[in-house]
């Protein structure tokens, strides 16, 4: 007996979670063959809609694991027999994240800055305005989405699947597995072409978050990649994502002691402006001669503690 007994006729009948697990396999083997550059088939404009397509059924092939109800947008109005006609709206990827997090458990990074977002925002670009990105953006965005998805499956899609799905899970990573190198070739040339510009910029350039190349011009209106062109329009925004990149689980960036935005990331690592325990994406300040520590009264980080108190709580003391 498996341990999801409660799948619907379960043992009579499996299909219930075999068809849309196959449906979302072949969606995500189809967007990785658009995009290798040796299968002579790549076309990159199909790519992004069938790897967003496959996110989609796949979340929700997870959420039919624990229970077939979750994945109908209203369950106010859920009937099995609508359920098996197909007659029914369902969840989105956010919501299916938001459900996976708050009824199933699963821990999965927050929808907003993952990989997933930025795939479903490439995905409606070209879907509803037919606008064409280029390779290499297309790229950038899909690299980290299918490693999102390949620890999804492994983690949560596998464990509860049954022998012969197991099967199908393991083909279908395998060919992710061998053509997701070939996905890097065209950005590692571009940043070959980029580099010497690079390296004489006056302001820090760091990994980019969606490409992973050293390309990311930290500006004060934000940032600017320089090989998957990506742009950031506010150097809070820009922290944030780079926070939880670097250090996941949804640690949102620190607020920092000099210019007070919440801009403050440990270990950013720099392509030549000279590096420090940590980096204000907003003032650009490195804190390379000051020790930071974090005050066990506001919990923000500060120089100058005393017993493990910040000074501008101590003056609130003083003052209060
Ligand atoms: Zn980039
Ligand atoms: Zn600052
Ligand atoms: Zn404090």
Known sequence: MSKFNHRIFADEDPSNV???LKTGLEYAVSAIRYLDRENENADEKFAILHLYAAIEVLLKVRLIQEHWTL???DSRN??????HAGDFKSVGAEEAVRRLNDICKLGLPGYRNSPLKRAEEMRNRQQHFGL?????????VSIPAYNYLIQFIEEHLSPGSYQYERELIDAALSEIRDRLPHLSDLIEQRYRQVEPELGSSPNPVIRCTRCQ??????????GRCSVCLGQWSNTQELAEEYALEVRGHNIPADRCPTC?????????EMKSHPGGPWFCFTCTDTWRHIVLSRCCRCGHLASGCTAGICPSCVEEFVQG
């Open 213 to 222: 190349m050293m390309a990311l011009e930290v500006l004060s209106t934000g």
């Open 260 to 268: 007070r935005s919440i801009s403050l990331v440990a270990n950013v």
């Open 71 to 73: 994945v109908i947008a």
């Open 78 to 83: 859920a009937s099995l027999a609508k359920y």
């Open 18 to 20: 075999h068809v849309p």
């Open 132 to 140: 064409n990105e280029s390779p290499i953006a297309i790229r950038a």
